[in-house]
């Protein structure tokens, strides 16, 4: 079990390796841990495919357009 602010997952898997690739990123982990989230995607009416963590997101710019409706990820 994987316990969060929100509370905890009793149904998780891990991989050994995986690499995640994102908007033109890529990283390398380990020990990656992943769950289900249909639940969230039925609740929420909008299809989750997964959650990018704080080390991710603490290598990129975030650039958000308003006026286009578009964002950009910039590795700086």
Do not use: C
């Amino acid at each position: 079990m994987a316990r969060g602010v929100q509370g905890g997952v009793d149904k998780l898997s891990r991989a050994e390796t995986a690499t995640l690739i994102f908007a033109g990123f890529r990283q390398d982990n380990s020990n990656l841990l992943t769950f289900d989230m249909t639940k969230v995607s039925d609740e929420m009416g909008v299809k989750h495919s997964g959650i990018l963590g704080m080390p991710l997101l603490g290598q990129i710019k975030l650039t958000i357009d308003y006026r286009n409706g578009s964002v950009r990820l910039v590795k700086p």
